[in-house]
């Protein structure tokens, strides 16, 4: 399978520290790629380097064959790669309709274009169906910083989703998330996978919720890629364990 | 409340304006008129530091420059119709280049650079006589005349005022409305997630900067026009602070916040001044300070505005 995205050999130093210690890996068309690692082994800053937030020290990200390392994150959008962040990043003044509109208008004709478009900029239906989607059309209308964190999470993931992204890198969608909307949220995102064909990068420490959304793998520990494969083979990996558990 | 009813209270309130200022003595044709030029400036505010969320502390030197190239303009014979496309393109211009800013520093930093460019702005005002006439001012501005027809009384430019007011709220709802609209409020609420999702950031950022400023550039116009001599005085920095307390006092980031707010700011201290009620007649002598203890007190009790107090009251239901 051609790779989509190549991430090869990206480090990023802060000073002495090295937050990402040459870490390189593939994702294919229409795949989901989980992330685990215990807390700091480098998994954020590595969804940064990739994203633009901030400048790897040293490697190489390419997407569908562009290089496409040091990008800002508003080239990166117009690329079709999308994210979420690891708090919630929502428009809390605008309703939950109006934050999944504002996710997809600006890939809509250009910047003079949009001050003559309808208000809802063309969008009002498939913002529909993704309130539909995600069972948010009793909250539609609310000002998005009204609702639940788990409202809100689901919100922030639905937008990343909204223009229909060629690849999006998800950090810890369910942190802080209740268990039943955990499986709420899997059977959304294997659907947008399936419908919208994108591929997903997913970063998490729900391990049941990786292990089933997943079928690839990769545990960083201090920055380094420690192990990766399929969820079983990764689980079952002894120095995957004493990273979690110590030996 | 629906569409339908919000409509029919605008018109009415519209109406309502309309007949009291037609039998108000001059004084207070002068205040209402006055009223709608500083509205012109603070509707433009709103949309820079309300919408936009980008502080801004430099609104009169905008205001100024309107008034100023319109006071050379008019002076040299400029039709008004073109000396207020000038006006409000010279401000967008000089309003992008204060947006620059804005790209590097937020909150209070970006308010002290849009105060220093107000005192610059100030500065030239005072000194550049040969453009400004200084301290001396530029008297003798003339009021507009379209079409044959004479805005000189009172009266008839305090109605052109209001017509070019309401035409200019008409433009900024329908921009607000429009997708740009919802890109500024992304903008305001929450930059970096707005970028990655498209949201060019610099040219929104710069954007609400220069319409606003525009806005307060047409609102120098007509102040030029109403005032027929203009100094450097009231384009000082303490305008800009009092443009902005409009802004807050009445609800930022509220379509009618500024309608509000100004009224407080240009129309409450006057009413408390010139107050006949003999019980009220302290204020005469005190209107500033009880303005200001109604200032402190709103802001304590109400910190989103006169016009949030809808949803005080309905997140008090909730909590119940």
Redesign the interface.
Known sequence: MTPFLEVKDVRKAYGAIKAVDGVSFDVGPGEIVGVIGPNGSGKTTLFNSILGQIAPTSGHVEFCGEDITGMSPLELSRRGVGRTFQTLQVFVKLSVRDNLIAAAQEFKGTLGGRLFAKPDAGLGDHADQMIELFRLKHVAHLPAGSLSYGQQKLIDIAMAFMAAPRLVLLDEPCAGVNPSLVDQLHDRLVELNKTQGGSFVVIEHNMDFIMKLCPHVICMVEGKVLAEGPPAQVQGNRAVLEAYLGN | MNAQMKTGILVASLVVVAVVASFAKRSDVYLLTLYCVYLMATFGLNLTVGYAGQMSLGQAAFFGIGAYVAAIALKAGVPFLLVLPISAIACFVVGLALGFPALRVQHHYLAFATLGFNVLVYLVMRNEEKLTGGTFGISGIPRPSLFGVSFDGPLAFFFFTFVSLIILAFFLWW?L????G??F??L???P??????????T?YTLLAFAIGAACAGIGGVYYASLVEFIEPGPFHFSTSLTMLLAVIVGGS?RFFGPVIGTIIIILLPELLRSTNVSWLKFMQTWYLAVFGVAVVALMIWLPGGILSIGDRFKSKEVAK
């Open positions: 921009l409305r429009s997708p740009w919802r890109a409020a992304a305001r609420d929450n970096i997630r707005a970028e990655s999702l498209g949201v060019n950031i040219a980031g």
